[in-house]
């Protein structure tokens, strides 16, 4: 999947800390599947505050979304919960954390939001009605990196293949020579003609992406046999 982020500055590093607070999701580094509403977040940005509309593009694996190692929520639609969740994250006091998820996907609530929250906590519009008051008169779509833990894995997913590579390679090595009591090129020469690093260097079937642990697992199941 891609996921687009737009901005009207150019950076190399995300820091989560200097994201503004009070949005949908809380504080994170919001994305959305939807390009041409990072185009605009873009433009808009820039028209505002200055600066250059620039949309950038990153890749992504949906499948991370249901690993039981991260804490995450989907919204698949707009109903009360994100309504409130929502309501949630504009409102916060300043300093206070929202909520403890390290990723949430869902839809984008409109600028109409505080006018028709200070209508809901003055009763003067029911739950259901503030709920359709903010919904999008278009679908939207936004997934956000709320921790660090899930920025790491977004940023590593980004990572230059052959990088991730080359450091798979000396876990690798080094793992071999602690057990094999091998020398550098010995264990170097083992990896380089397997067939794990074949498979390895064929960046187009991700195995990059995996933990280096994994792969010494296949890399050792190989070498049994």
Not at 46 to 60: M, S, Y
Not at 130 to 152: G, N, R, Y
Request: charged share 35%; hydrophobic share 35%; with cysteine.
């Amino acid at each position: 999947m891609k996921l687009y982020h737009g901005t009207n500055v150019e950076f190399e590093f995300i820091d989560i800390d200097r994201c503004p607070p009070h949005r949908d999701f809380g504080k994170g580094f919001y994305t959305t599947t939807i390009k041409v509403h990072a185009e605009q977040r873009a433009q808009d940005k820039a028209a505002k505050e200055g600066g250059t509309a620039i949309v950038k593009e990153l890749d992504f694996d949906a499948e991370i979304l249901n690993s039981p190692d991260l804490r995450v929520k989907r919204f698949a639609e707009v109903n009360e919960e994100w309504a409130l969740f929502v309501m949630h994250n504009r409102t916060l006091p300043e300093g206070e954390k929202g909520h403890e998820y390290d990723i949430v996907e869902g839809p984008v609530a409109n600028d109409k939001m505080f006018k028709q929250f200070n209508r809901y906590k003055r009763n003067l519009l029911k739950l259901a009605k503030f709920v359709k008051s903010i919904e999008h008169s278009e679908p939207t779509h936004q997934i956000v990196f709320c921790t660090e833990k899930a920025l790491d894995i977004l940023l590593d997913y980004n990572d230059d293949p052959r990088t991730k590579i080359d450091d798979i390679v000396v876990e690798l090595t080094l793992c071999l020579m602690e057990e094999r009591g091998c020398t550098d090129d010995e264990a170097q020469n083992t990896v380089y003609n397997s067939a794990v690093f074949a498979k390895l260097e064929d960046t187009t079937n991700k195995l990059y992406l995996c933990s280096w642990q994994e792969i010494y697992e296949m890399l050792k199941k190989e070498l049994k046999r």
